[in-house]
Every structure is written in C-alpha cells, then in structure tokens.
Nanobody
Framework: QVQLVESGGGLVQAGGSLRLSCAAS????????MGWFRQAPGKEREFVAA????????NYAETVKGRFTISRDNTNNSVYLQMNSLKPEGTAVYHC???????????????????WGQGAQVTVSS
C-alpha cells in the first residue's frame, strides 16, 4: 500500500513557475514508476509527465515538454514536477500517481497506475 501526498500548488501568473512535490509513504518507493496527471473542472484527467523507477527514463505530454521537468529522489521517497512558463490552460488539480514496476518502464496511461494522491490545485492567471 502506498499513500501519496502532493504539495506546492498555488496561484501564479502566466509565465510564472511552481514546483510540485509528492511525498510517498511506503517501503519500496524505488520500485514504483511515478507520474503526474492533471484534471481541470469538467475535463478528463490527462497525462502530464512520468518517470521510471530508477529515474533514468522520463516521458512528457507534448503540451508541457520543454517547460516541465519531472524528477525523483528515491532516498526521500519523493517525486517533483518543476513547472515553468505556466499557461492559463495549465490550471487544474495535479495528481501524482504510482505504479509498481518490474522494469524501468514509464507508464503514460492513467489506467496503468494503481495509487493516486488527493491532488494539488494549480491556478494560472492570465
């Protein structure tokens, strides 16, 4: 069982930056691929970024590539999402997710993840 808690959300102006953190409670964090997804009101949850269990491999949605960076610290059971050049369309609740893996695979599909955090609100004003 894994518990995930996001933090670092808030209100920023377009063009600004935020760094989201996700703290995981669990003894085998290093065996989990981690992902970030976001969901705006009335919209379906969409993939943002993900990182493999080792941290060697990452994947990004085309909409955030070059602006967002996912990273992890397996010594502290944490995953991060550095968000730069934020746009109003980035306004959403951001969730971190975890999925146990047996290789360095990086899941992009929300249905590939088992554990989810409660989410952190990110609001980007124009």
């Amino acid at each position: 069982q894994v518990q995930l808690v996001e933090s670092g959300g808030g209100l920023v102006q377009a063009g600004g930056s935020l760094r989201l953190s996700c703290a995981a409670s669990g003894r085998t964090f290093s065996t989990y691929a981690m992902g970030w997804f976001r969901q705006a009101p009335g919209k379906e949850r969409e993939f943002v970024a993900a990182i493999s269990r080792s941290g060697r491999n990452t994947n990004y949605a085309e909409t955030v590539k070059g602006r967002f960076t996912i990273s992890r610290d397996n010594t502290n059971n944490s995953v991060y999402l550095q968000m730069n050049s934020l746009k109003p369309e980035g306004t959403a609740v951001y969730h971190c997710a975890a999925q146990s893996q047996y290789s360095d695979y990086v899941p992009r599909n929300k249905y590939e993840y088992t554990y989810w955090g409660q989410g952190a609100q990110v609001t980007v004003s124009s």
